[in-house]
């Protein structure tokens, strides 16, 4: 009986000892998750507050609600335009989610930086208008694709009859040039403006 007990207590030893591997790489992982999401919550939570710091103006931010807003209602049309539609918006989806995070940001700025008012936290704006300086050849390439697929469904929509989208259309080609033209030099201008100013401020003796 002794000798069984002995035997059992040995299996379940070595059982267990085969488990502890097993069970350590699950903790590691549970861990390594955590630790995943504990970051992009993090950076999550940082971008909020920079957005917080310089809110999109409230014109260019409905500008872009109403253009997502009559895009959706257009992805959900039967046929070409529907079609058409869904296209333009895997394209124009991420890319408005872009600019929306370095592009859009910086024109808080141009009000007081235009009165000649400057505080210490404007400085926070440079990651972002360094970032679309980096980023513009790409951004405007984007350009290229996102009028292709305008294009199109301007195309279809007319061909179609249906003078709603083919008047968002036309209203998207006017947004991409006015970005081009005006948003995208403005914004890095208000970078150009800020950085040349608290430079000049290192510098005084």
């Given at each position: ?44 939570t940082a971008a909020h507050a920079q957005h917080a710091k310089f809110p999109i103006p409230a ?39 872009r600019e929306e995070q370095i592009a859009l940001p910086p024109l808080a ?97």
């Amino acid at each position: 009986m002794k000798h069984n007990e002995s035997s059992n207590k040995m299996k379940v030893t070595k059982s267990l000892h085969g488990w502890i591997p097993v069970a350590a790489a699950f903790v590691g992982l549970g861990l390594g998750v955590l630790a995943t999401v504990a970051g992009a919550q993090t950076t999550k939570t940082a971008a909020h507050a920079q957005h917080a710091k310089f809110p999109i103006p409230a014109a260019i931010r409905a500008e872009h609600a109403e253009i997502h807003q009559q895009l959706v209602a257009a992805t959900k049309v039967e046929g070409e335009v529907g079609e058409a539609a869904r296209q333009l918006a895997a394209i124009l989806d991420p890319h408005f989610q872009r600019e929306e995070q370095i592009a859009l940001p910086p024109l808080a700025l141009l009000a007081p930086l235009s009165r000649g008012e400057f505080n210490p936290g404007m400085r926070d704006v440079l990651a972002m208008t360094d970032a679309l300086r980096a980023e513009l050849p790409h951004m405007l390439k984007e350009h290229k694709a996102i009028h292709a697929a305008t294009s199109r469904m301007g195309a279809v929509a007319t061909k179609a009859g249906n003078a709603e989208v083919e008047r968002l259309a036309e209203t998207l080609k006017l947004h991409a040039e006015s970005e081009e033209e005006v948003l995208y030099p403005a914004a890095i201008l208000v970078g150009d403006v800020v950085h040349a100013h608290f430079a000049s401020k290192s510098i005084q003796p």
